[in-house]
């Protein structure tokens, strides 16, 4: 009877110990996952907020050129000061088949609790040919793209996509 | 029975279970999986394209001819002239070409089996001389097998595929591929001039095709082709500087295609050609509009249901009125509008639609309309959807349920 009783009691001690570490390990788990299925996320990251100011006019007046720059202000939205926040420029064509994706990189060293720092890109803005014409090739001039991204030591990332026309 | 053992080692026994349920519990059948981020793809949006319309694709790219796999849970396209594909609900592209291959069109012969036309190299002239080619998924190169040189215009078949071959403008032969990629009959019987394109009436016995004549410039000619007698015969012929647009499509209820004036004339407000769609008989005969569509409606593209019983159109309601997509219905000749789309561009390629395999979805491409200011967006480009050619599934309800 003594028997049956520990045995019981072991069981139940077991069935207690697995179910709360599941539990445990269940609730690990899903953080990260629930955070990583936003779909509309620009601003990726747990960490404060970082804003990215373009100049229109100074877009609007790009061309397909070498030596174009791009000025742009990183501004720290956020109650304490970040450092280390990367800028990552990437300078593409709409046309998917062209692989000449260009890549620019800069690092804003320190930016103050609601201050904002200014930088220029120089890049080269490359001016393409008309595709050959067919039904599932583009007929049309393809779009140049730039897509800037920081990203901060914590993981907060904010993109802006600027699309230029032809 | 129970075993007599000492407490230590009882205590002993009950934390070692206790530990082996933990580790059987935690460790894993499979090996890791990464969970999806989701995609715009994964949930039902409306790009002004109407309630239920869900987008299939984002980001940049010119994309064409799409095509569902037999099953419908994955579909393919054309992107820049590159073929790639993706599941409907989410997930990533595969690609199925190398970024130089200018594909033409796809077909699924199984779920795991395209068949691509297209050419490695554009050889800049007017007509890229293509080829047909067999591409496997999961295969780690992008390889593709060719299944026939000069070939012009291919189209599904329930138990494989139909194509045209052609060396020039004078004469093509038919080729036919059933249960499997292999080309197991090839018609002896020539058809004049070049076939442009062709589809398989509803039984799979017969096939029509546009046919452009020897010597001519336009695809003016329509033709049927008996697939188990091996011949073909004319079953109409436009006038003048007419052109047939697209595949034509053999519905239950006759054969409809699209046609009209290749070159407009420079008097006219409109800088495209106005295209109509027309109905010819199993018999042939003089081509009359399509009862049902309307005098001033301008037609882009046509698909037959699977069931053979619908049409749905690309089109314009008039010159000036915006594309949307409709169906029509050929024994009521009523068209009903599925989107009223007033800020969208469809994109009217005439192999830019695709029906669903259950008949219940039509997939488009479309875009907004493009603007002349940089524009900023806060997302990346790869999750961007009006701002490129994209494919959206838009629901269609049956028959029954016609507007």
């Known amino acids: 009877m003594k028997d049956i009783a520990f045995w019981l009691s072991g069981a139940t001690l077991a069935f207690l110990v697995t179910a709360g570490a599941f539990l445990l390990l269940a609730n690990l788990a899903t953080a990260p996952s629930e955070e990583s299925l936003n779909p509309n996320q620009a601003k990726g990251g747990s960490g404060q907020a970082v804003d990215v100011i373009l100049d229109k006019e100074q877009l609007a007046s790009l061309e397909p050129r070498p030596d174009q720059s791009l000025d742009l202000v990183v501004e ?9 926040v990367n800028v990552a420029l990437r300078v593409f064509s709409e046309n998917t088949a062209l692989s000449d994706s260009r890549y620019y990189r800069q690092t804003v060293e320190k930016i103050p609790a609601g201050e904002a720092a200014s930088m220029r890109f120089e890049f080269d803005l490359l001016a393409r040919e008309r595709p050959v014409a067919t039904p599932t090739a583009n007929p049309e001039p393809s779009r140049e793209i730039l897509e800037i991204r920081t990203t901060t030591p914590e993981g907060t990332s904010t993109v802006r996509t600027v699309i230029l026309p032809p | 029975m129970l075993f007599r053992v000492g407490p230590a080692k009882r205590f002993a026994f009950v934390v070692l279970s206790a530990t082996a349920v933990f580790v059987a519990g935690c460790s894993r059948a499979d090996e890791e999986v990464s969970i999806e981020p989701l ?7 409306d790009p002004g394209l109407g309630p239920g319309t869900r987008a299939l694709s984002s980001g940049p790219g010119y994309k064409s001819s799409p095509s569902w796999s037999p099953g419908g849970d994955r579909i393919a396209f054309t992107v820049d002239g590159y073929v790639v594909d993706k599941p409907t609900d989410s997930g990533d592209l595969r690609r199925w070409t190398t970024k130089d291959f200018i594909a033409k069109d796809t077909v699924w012969i199984s779920d795991d ?8 190299l554009p050889s800049g002239t007017e007509e890229i001389s293509s080829s047909l080619y067999r591409a496997r998924a999961g295969e780690d190169s992008l390889e593709l097998e060719r299944v026939g040189k000069e070939v012009s215009a291919v189209g599904p078949d329930r138990e494989g595929l139909i194509f045209a071959l052609g060396s020039g403008a004078y004469e093509s032969r038919l080729a036919l ?14 058809i004049k001039g070049r076939v442009a394109a062709l589809s398989l009436s509803q039984g799979g016995e017969e096939a029509v095709l546009a046919v452009r004549p020897p010597g001519d410039r336009e695809v003016s000619e329509l033709h049927i082709f008996d697939l188990r007698k091996g011949k073909g015969r004319e079953i109409t012929r436009l006038d003048g500087s007419q052109e047939i647009v697209g595949t034509p499509q053999w519905t239950e209820h006759g054969l409809y295609f699209v046609a009209g004036e290749k070159n407009t004339s420079v008097e006219s407000d409109v800088s495209e050609p106005l295209y109509e769609i027309y109905r010819v008989p199993e018999e042939g005969g003089v081509p009359e509009p399509a009862p049902g569509v309307g005098e001033d409606f301008v ?36 068209l009903t509008a599925v989107t009223t789309n007033e800020d969208m561009e469809i994109k009217t390629g005439p192999d830019d639609l695709a029906w669903s395999p259950g008949g219940k ?15 900023v967006r806060a997302d990346p480009a790869a999750r ?20």
Do not use: K
């Open chain 2, 384 to 403: 961007l959807l009006g701002e490129f050619y994209n494919l959206y599934e838009i629901p269609v309800s049956g028959p029954e349920g016609a507007q």
């Open chain 2, 177 to 190: 591929t059933r249960g499997g990629w292999r080309v197991n009959r090839l018609y002896t019987r020539s």
């Open chain 2, 39 to 45: 995609v715009p793809a994964a949930g039902r949006v």
């Open chain 2, 361 to 375: 979805s039509v997939a488009v491409i479309a875009r907004g309309t493009p603007s002349t200011e940089p524009e």
């Open chain 2, 113 to 120: 089996t395209l068949m691509i036309l297209g050419a490695a």
């Open chain 1, 76 to 84: 720290n939205e956020g109650g304490e000061q970040l450092s280390d």
């Open chain 2, 299 to 334: 037609a882009a593209s046509i698909r037959v249901s699977p069931d053979g019983e619908r049409l749905a159109v690309i089109g314009r309601l008039n010159p000036n009125s915006p594309t949307n997509l409709y169906v029509l219905d050929p024994l009521a000749e009523v």
